[in-house]
């Protein structure tokens, strides 16, 4: 048994089944370019590497490598499409347990590397791509910063292993002077704290949340009922645009709602 998750990769190999894969990149990403339901879509995944040359970003962290190669893999799309009336999707399937915590990570910049990834995911999104991430394991940290986040939409599947947080629980407990157990009763009551997907989603943050029969190992089922959602989730970003203003609505962002606002005001 691995100690890493394959729910990246096997959802990449499921949905770009019939895509062309593209080399030149980290064997820690998967990239490959084909359609979605007639649309030109490039899906992107971070996987594991056991034979990465970074020893802290094995099991599926990104780290350097995986920093700059997103912002490469986003950028040729970037370039290709800039003169095309219709832009191509990206799909980035988020499945991250970290980022890459080492001396070496810190010491050659890390930093510039995961915001190299940000920046381009940005980009794209602005330049008119739909940017949709598809999330069907972890996605912690600097890791779904660097994967995911800056997406149009967020597609979230239903399960216990589906986690959204900025660090692990064991992390969170020692920053909080907390156990494990007393992190979990506080996340109970304050949505922000928790891991679990419902709690996210009530923040306002995920476009849609999907049940699937297998997630470790999608049935044709599972396929069929995610790519029609992200199918449409593009359709969705086509006619209401690219911007990210449909986070702000529900009520566990009402503050959020209100600095805006009256920024706005005051400048």
């Given at each position: 048994?691995?100690?890493y998750s394959l729910r990246g990769l096997s959802w990449f190999n499921a949905l770009a089944a019939d895509a062309r894969p593209v080399v030149g990149l980290p064997a820690s990403l998967k990239v490959a370019d084909g359609l979605l339901d007639d649309q030109t879509v490039r899906f992107i995944a971070v996987v594991a590497d056991p034979d990465n040359r970074f020893v802290r970003a094995r099991n599926g962290e990104v780290g350097l490598l995986e920093g700059w190669g997103l912002a490469k893999a986003v950028d040729e799309v970037i370039a290709a499409d800039q003169d095309k009336p219709q832009k191509r999707a990206l799909i980035a399937i988020v499945d991250v347990p970290s980022q890459a915590y080492g001396r070496r990570e810190?010491?050659?910049?890390i930093h510039q590397a995961l915001a190299g990834a940000v920046d381009s995911y940005?980009?794209?999104r602005l330049a008119g791509h739909a940017v949709i991430g598809l999330l069907v394991g972890?996605?912690?940290?600097?890791a779904f910063l660097a994967h995911g986040y800056q997406a149009n939409r967020l597609i979230a599947l239903r399960d216990p292993g589906v986690m959204v947080h900025a660090m692990g629980?064991?992390?969170?407990?020692?920053?909080t002077l907390r156990s494990v157990e007393e992190l979990e009763t506080l996340a109970a009551s304050v949505p922000p704290m928790a891991y679990d997907i419902?709690?996210?989603a009530s923040l306002g943050l995920l476009w849609e949340t999907l049940a699937v029969q297998q997630i470790e190992q999608p049935?044709?089922?599972d396929l069929a009922r995610v790519s029609e959602c992200l199918a449409q989730a593009i359709d969705d970003v086509a006619r209401n645009g690219t911007d990210l203003s449909?986070?702000?609505g529900a009520a566990h962002r009402a503050a959020s709602s209100k600095v805006r606002q009256l920024l706005r005001e005051q400048w």
């Open positions: 048994m691995s100690s810190e010491a050659l910049g940005a980009r794209a972890k996605a912690m940290s600097g629980k064991a992390s969170a407990a020692r920053v419902d709690s996210y049935t044709a089922a449909g986070r702000l």
